[in-house]
């Protein structure tokens, strides 16, 4: 379903756009390197490395404010600040060039220090995911070998009864509590508080050589079954991404023939974040790229979408989103019109499929604003297709096309290249793909095939490149020899006027191996019977893929931190 567009839309069609980005002289102009032996298109004028990223933001906005954490205010010189001193603490504790810095904690200010603090000194900086058990926590420190710890008290609360499984483990630094915990040292006794951090000395940066294909960050990926994989990020990965995260809005004028405006230093966009940084979409899409273009990032221990409306209101937040659940809540809120949401100029949103019926309601409601997804992994450093605005209008089932310095192709089970629109495999391939994964030989070498990273999702490109997820190939459900595919079987409960939020999975069936199920959880207000669902769903797809049966959650469904839905948690909606 494509939505009402503007007349004589597009002027320049999308091998022009990105031929006029990245021509010589031009903002993303392209080079080419050689990357573990391939030949890779890459960013020209990227900064080799997130330290450069660092120094630059420093010079250039200085007491412009960057992040925003309740009443705490920290400005580019002071996050500069202490994200130098912390890089000597540790390298005074004897952390090195390529040492794990593990870091476990919510989304608090002291989580980027930390992130910077560990890659300015050439160390690895190894987030481990928040909302982990004890059990997983400790798995994520035996499988990266972290020789430092800095945590949050709640997390460590979890790690502290496992601790003598980390023989590795030699400093922990705790964050937030009234009193350090035994065996650990108060983080606030090494760099202090935040509203102190101004007060830190102006000191040089660690003396030490990283290049751009030294490793940055291992992030493990949210795998909804077995042992997560740590990913292996490097700085040109990372380098990469910041790029990215501003590509699309300069295509979109291009798309438009329109000139692309100079930049006005005296606006400052605002991220209002609640995705956690551990997620490769915190951290490469969101704070790397807004460190780099002196961006204000305002954090939300969780979302609420009261909360969150405050917040837009009080920062003038430009950009909002996550998930497409957030901008349903905010959208449908009785109390929305309360508020001064009139600075939104973006809602954009990934990690699970969004509605076309979403975006013409988030265009109505936030005239000022362009809708906006994309596609990307852990293991492709977050951004690798970006898709907003016009282009987003015209194709709202669609990710969008790749950043030109990548590539997309569609294979077969043999591995061999399809045709335009064709369903199978995708597989990409860039200079923001990781090299691998850590300590695991054996999954690198399945996950990849030369250059090539083997995705798992089942997905067509049509005639222009724009890529279409269909399902993760591992979830596709098999109903007596014919394919469904759950993506297909959500989207068209998306659409049903009552529906907020959907997953399709799979119950087992004695004879046709398995029939699809739904979860659904409906607008605040509105009704609809499981009777009128199926009806619904029948009338636009074939008899077997509509739903056996459907299960309704009176709570937005449970995601992982991406905001893929986990569908091994809605079997319980169907136990008996």
């Known amino acids: 379903m494509t939505q009402e567009l503007p007349a004589g839309w597009p002027a320049v069609s999308l091998a022009r756009a990105h031929e006029a980005l990245t021509a010589p002289g031009a903002p993303f102009e392209m080079a080419e390197a050689v990357i573990r032996g391939h030949r890779t298109r890459i960013w020209k004028n990227a900064p080799p490395t997130l330290r450069e990223i660092l120094v630059a933001s420093r010079a250039t906005f200085g007491e412009r404010i960057f992040l925003v954490h309740e009443d705490e205010r920290v400005s580019y010189e002071t996050f500069a600040r202490a994200s130098i001193a912390l890089a000597h603490w540790l390298e005074a504790q004897g952390v090195a060039k390529g040492d794990r810095v593990a870091i476990v904690m919510r989304n608090l200010p002291e989580w980027p220090v930390a992130f910077f603090a560990s890659v300015l000194l050439g160390a690895i900086a190894t987030p481990l995911n928040g909302w982990w058990s004890g059990e997983e926590l400790i798995y994520g420190l035996k499988d990266s070998g972290a020789r430092v710890i800095i945590a949050d008290e709640e997390r460590w609360a979890r790690i502290a009864p496992h601790r003598d499984e980390c023989p590795a483990l030699e400093k922990i630094a705790v964050t937030r509590a009234e009193k350090a915990p035994a065996g650990t040292i108060a983080f606030e006794s090494i760099i202090g508080t935040p509203d102190a951090w101004n007060n830190l000395p102006d000191a040089p940066l660690p003396v030490v050589e990283i290049g751009p294909d030294d490793d940055a960050s291992i992030l493990y990926t949210s795998g909804t079954t077995g042992n997560s994989k740590g990913a292996i990020q490097t700085h040109r990965n990372s380098t990469c991404g910041v790029f990215a995260a501003q590509f699309s809005a300069m295509r979109n004028f291009i798309r438009r023939g329109e000139p692309i405006p100079a930049p006005d230093p005296s606006v400052q966009r605002s991220m209002l974040i609640a995705i956690p940084f551990f997620h490769t979409t915190g951290a490469h899409a969101i704070l790397c790229p807004s460190l780099a273009t002196g961006g204000k990032i305002v954090m939300m221990r969780r979302f609420d979408p009261v909360r969150a409306m405050q917040l837009i209101e009080r920062e003038r937040v430009t950009t909002a989103g996550g998930v497409p659940t957030i901008a349903w809540q905010i959208i449908e809120h009785p109390d929305r019109e309360k508020y001064d949401l009139s600075s939104l100029e973006a809602v954009s949103y ?132 014919e394919n469904i595919y759950c993506i297909e079987v959500e989207e068209v409960l998306y659409r049903h006027p009552a529906v907020m939020d959907a997953g399709v999975i799979g119950l087992p069936h004695h004879t046709l191996g398995e029939e699809p199920a739904a979860v659904v959880t409906l607008k605040a207000g509105m009704n609809a019977s499981e009777d009128e669902l199926r009806a619904f769903v029948g009338e636009h797809l074939a008899a077997f893929k509509v739903p056996v049966r459907i299960a309704f959650s009176g709570e937005p469904l449970p995601r992982n931190a991406p905001g893929k839905i986990m569908k091994p948690q809605l079997r319980a909606f169907f136990a008996e």
């Open 350 to 481: 990934g990690g699970a499929p969004a509605s076309s019926e979403l975006v013409r309601r988030i265009i109505e409601v936030f005239p000022k604003s362009a809708p906006g997804i994309g596609w990307g992994m852990t293991e492709t450093t977050s951004t690798f297709t970006s898709h907003s605005a016009e282009d987003y209008r015209n194709r709202p089932e669609s990710a969008g096309p790749c950043i030109p310095v990548c590539d997309m192709k569609i294979v077969d089970d043999d591995g061999r290249s399809l045709p335009t629109g064709a369903v199978g495999e995708l597989w990409v391939r860039g200079p923001n793909v990781v090299r691998g994964y850590w300590n695991k030989p054996e999954a690198t070498a399945k996950a990849f095939e030369g250059e090539w990273l083997k995705t798992g999702d089942v997905a067509r490109l049509d005639d222009e490149g724009f890529l279409f997820i269909v399902d993760r190939k591992k979830d596709m459900l098999i109903r007596g020899g």
